[in-house]
C-alpha cells in the first residue's frame, strides 16, 4: 500500500473493522440458527415443556413450526 493511499484509508480502517467484525457475527449467528444441533436442542426443550405442563399443545405445535422453519429457512410472516 502506497504511503498516500494509507494516509486516506488510515481514519476509516476503524470503521472497516467494525463492519468486518458485523458480518462475522451475523455469519456465525446464521449458523448457529441453521444447526441441527440446535434444532434438536430446541425440539427437546419443546418437549420438556409438554411434559412438565408448561406448555400447551397449540404452544407445542407452534414451537415445532419455528424451529423447523429455522432449519428450511422459512420466514415467520405476521398478520
Known sequence: MDPLTLL?????L????????????????????????ALRRALEDIEEAQRSGHASEDEVAEAEREAVGRLTGEQRRTS
Not at 17 to 34: K, S, T
Open 8 to 12: 486516506f484509508r488510515l481514519p476509516l
Open 14 to 37: 476503524p470503521i472497516t473493522g467494525l463492519i468486518r467484525l458485523a458480518e462475522i457475527i451475523d455469519d456465525e449467528a446464521q449458523q448457529e440458527l441453521q444447526s441441527p444441533l
